[in-house]
């Protein structure tokens, strides 16, 4: 790709309504790529892929491709774009949360075979509301499973269940994903309803940490090993290759947790190594830690930065919260109370809590996140065997 991605787009929906198979059209990469993921035909961990919006030089057609598929003529790259696809199991809705610390906006995916809301296109555009994300689009996908009779039923229980909220004007573009039908309108829809957010790169660096990985493969000579990768983005200011940065709170050793100090071996971003990263878009931050302290996500959650900068680590939390008008699983949503256990997600920490007192609302949290006043936290409640979205606030 010829530059950074500019923006981070999450596609989110119930499962099994096709966000992998919408990315994969989208992009051409399958990301589903953990062994489980691949077994049991369902995303799991966060997926990543970019892509790059093109238009046509002579007729302005807005497409994927490098050749406009109306007149044939070439195409010019206009924007670079990242998007996250989310898990769509009710199982994990904390990795639903917390993945939308770094997305500007949203594609809500909605299989036009199944009624509309399903129990996880409720959850996940509640999480939207929540964080504030109020750029979105809205694939009607699996089109070429309906009559048209079907498709027009399903259309018109989607703008019921946006009516009265902010995305009650929100463009739905019928899509086939397996078919590939349509996607050039999806992609006029992510132009022009999904904008490039302003950033400040003045700013001392920031970035969420969604993933950690060990990339060396086994039997590597330890001369030849690679440090741990970060993946994330970039919430503002700029990295560089040679940066010296720190993650908190870091990790647990010996029942006390301790930051981490290392410098940026490589950065990574749309596919190629760069030299600078920017805010926008996802990007792999090569380190020289301990490759094992990195692997199968460890890290995720951390805060990372120039050292000095960072929000401090907390274990306490007091929070001005919102209980959930509709809970899926409940049929009446009851007050906190002391002593329950919650789970918290602030960025891309999620942390086990417990109640200290109610109004305002103070956590206390088995493990320490990274926060400033003002920040957002997502309040999730057992629920049966699941945890679910309850309500949320900010700090205060």
């Known amino acids: ?21 919408l990315v994969k059209a989208l992009t051409g990469k399958w990301t589903d790529t953990h062994s489980e993921e691949l077994k049991r035909g369902i995303t799991i961990r966060l997926g990543y892929a970019d892509m790059e919006i093109n238009q046509c030089e002579k ?13 044939g003529a070439k195409t010019k790259p206009k924007r670079a774009v990242a998007l996250i696809d989310a898990p769509g199991h009710e199982a994990l809705m904390t990795v639903v949360i917390s993945s939308s610390a770094i997305m500007d906006g949203a594609i809500l995916v909605i299989a036009a075979n199944e009624p509309c809301p399903q129990p996880q296109t409720y959850e996940h555009f509640k999480v939207l509301e929540i964080m504030g994300i109020k750029k979105l689009v809205v694939a009607q996908n699996k089109i070429d499973l309906v009559t048209k009779e079907e498709a027009l039923k399903n259309y018109k229980q989607i703008k019921e269940f946006l009516k009265g909220t902010f995305a009650e004007n ?3 573009i019928p899509v086939a994903a397996h078919h590939g039908v349509n996607i050039d309108k999806l992609c006029q829809a992510i132009e022009e309803h999904i904008p490039s957010p302003k950033r400040d790169s003045s700013k001392p660096p920031m970035m969420f940490v969604a993933r950690s990985f060990d990339v060396n493969k086994p039997g590597t000579p330890i001369e030849k090993l690679a440090g741990g990768v970060l993946g994330g983005s970039l919430i503002q200011g700029e990295f560089k290759v040679g940066d010296s940065i720190e993650l908190k709170p870091g990790i647990e050793k010996e029942g006390k947790w301790q930051q981490l100090e290392t410098k940026i071996a490589s950065l990574n971003t749309c596919g190629k190594e760069v030299k600078t990263a920017k805010p926008g878009g996802l990007i792999g931050v090569g380190t020289y830690l301990d ?15 120039k050292g000095g ?12 919260a919102k209980l959930m008008e509709r809970v899926i699983g409940m049929d009446k949503v009851t007050p906190f109370t002391k002593n329950e256990t919650l789970v918290a997600t602030v960025g891309t920490a999620t942390a086990i809590s417990t109640v200290a007192e109610v109004k305002p609302l103070k956590l206390l949290l088995k493990k320490p996140v990274c926060a400033e006043k003002g920040w957002i936290v997502a309040l999730s409640r057992r629920v049966g065997n699941r945890w679910r979205l309850m309500g949320y606030g900010k700090i205060i």
């Open 1 to 21: 790709m010829s530059k950074q991605a500019e923006v981070n787009i999450g596609l989110i929906g119930h499962v099994d309504s096709g966000k992998t198979s």
């Open 59 to 71: 007729c302005g057609v807005i497409t994927k491709d490098k050749t406009c598929p109306k007149c």
């Open 170 to 172: 929100a463009p739905i």
């Open 309 to 320: 900068t960072l929000p401090e680590a907390k274990t306490e939390l007091t929070i001005d």
């Open 291 to 305: 490759p094992s302290l990195a692997k199968s996500d460890t890290l995720v959650g951390n805060i990372c930065g």
